[in-house]
């Protein structure tokens, strides 16, 4: 039991020096809550069985400088899965989440393919097996995907008819490695606290900018997910009276004015009527291709990317202005694939915070482009796997 205990304690300095890169035995104790002899015996034996090395010595703060100590990027591996509604990423990363091979990309319309678990599973098996890593080198297999995820009952509710009672359990038992899986959007907030422009803040919230509108929530210094998983979804507050049906099955959602999908049908419809843009043979068929050349386009001047990119900017904004009220956060991160298109999405964002939001309320708020981009979503998923990596359950 007390080895148990111990192998646990050693797992919990590894989080946090792959969080933290580089820390030292007095930081782990403070981190950890344990005594120093303890910390200091645990990372010995990290040392001595090879997972942890020293990295040299802090800077001078006026005694003698402290050993730093680092993980070894190639201790153990994780296999990082990002899902959208339309396109699945699969990554191998190690400990200093450089990317181990190709990206595995696989075109997977979640919609279309209520088996798409098993085709997933599949494939998981065969990156595996290409990547000569043995499986008890993955720490684990972290998986975000859109949709009502229950991170406890392993189940998405929005898609996948699986005769298995738990994801996890079904994709553990076809790749012979611990899985876990969560929201998509809760991933993205989760690597921006962690990895982005969230690190160390008590409070901040992560809009994600993609096919819908999704929103991670860092509250009081945790990931707030609410009763079941399910907070955080901010593409289905009903802000417009259009007459648009959601995916949801609602009318008015904020998706329906705001998500790349709807950028790209409003895209496609101007150039039928005329518009004048570089764009051209823009189609759903090419989701992917499309959404490139219209954020592209944007970034380059095209006076009608910009336009369609700064109505939806002025919306979300709006849909934000709502959230400040409620949450009144120092931070506001703007992250996800549709953050190509960088610093455009600011000016009608705060456009619409000046005209929505009482002044005092959002004077202090900051609204920030995620520095980690597309990658956010890969990097959340590792980052889940690592912030269980220390409990009892996961192997």
């Known amino acids: 039991m007390v080895s148990d205990r111990q192998e646990l304690f050693k797992k919990t300095i590894l989080k946090h020096l792959y969080f933290s890169k580089e820390l030292s035995c007095t930081d782990l104790t403070q981190l950890t809550g344990k005594s120093l002899p303890h ?30 100590y680092s993980v070894r ?7 990082s899965v990002a899902m959208d509604q339309f396109m699945t990423s699969i990554c191998i990363l190690d400990m200093g989440n450089k990317l181990i091979g190709e990206e595995h990309v696989l075109e997977l319309n979640l919609s279309a393919h209520p088996d798409g678990i098993s085709i997933l599973g599949q494939e998981l098996k065969q990156v595996i097996e290409q990547s000569g890593i043995p499986r008890d080198k993955f720490a684990g297999i972290g998986i975000g995907m859109p949709g009502f995820v229950d991170v406890t009952k392993g189940v998405n509710y929005s ?48 809009v994600n900018i993609g096919w819908g509108i999704g929103l991670g929530m860092v509250l009081n210094g945790s990931l707030f997910r609410g009763e079941n998983g399910f907070a955080g979804e901010f593409s289905h507050i009903p802000l417009f009276t259009n007459n648009k049906i959601c995916s949801c099955g609602k009318m008015g959602c904020l998706e329906t004015e705001t998500s790349l999908s709807v ?52 919306h979300i904004g709006r849909g934000i202005a709502i959230l400040i009220h409620l949450f009144n956060p120092k931070l506001v991160i703007l992250s ?22 009482i002044p005092k309320i959002a004077e ?32």
């Not at 995620?370 to 956010?376: D, I, K, P, Q, W």
Request: aromatic content about 6%.
């Open 73 to 79: 990027q190639d201790y153990m591996y994780i296999l």
């Open 364 to 395: 202090n708020v900051e609204i920030k482009i995620s520095s980690l981009g597309y990658a956010a979503e890969r990097l959340g998923a590792a980052a889940l796997v690592m912030e269980n990596i220390d409990r009892s359950q996961h192997k």
């Open 336 to 357: 996800g694939r549709g953050t190509k298109a960088g610093k455009l999405w600011l000016a009608p964002v705060q456009h619409a915070l000046n005209e929505h939001c």
């Open 263 to 314: 950028i790209a049908e409003k895209a496609m419809a101007g150039i039928r009527d005329g518009r004048t843009t570089v764009m051209k043979n823009l189609s759903m068929e090419n989701r992917i291709a499309t959404y490139h050349q219209i954020m592209d386009a944007a970034i380059k001047g095209d006076k009608y990317a910009v336009e369609l990119l700064s109505e939806a900017g002025y």
């Open 39 to 68: 910390t200091t015996k645990a990372l010995n034996e990290l040392v001595k069985e090879g997972l942890v090395m020293e990295s040299g010595y802090a800077i001078s703060t006026g005694g003698r400088r402290p050993q730093m």
């Open 159 to 206: 898609f996948f008819d699986t005769s298995v009672n738990s994801i996890n359990e079904y994709l553990e038992l076809v790749t012979g490695v611990p899985v876990i899986i969560d929201n998509d959007s809760s991933l993205i907030a989760l690597a921006e606290w962690k990895l982005g422009e969230a690190r160390s803040r008590q409070h901040a919230l992560v």
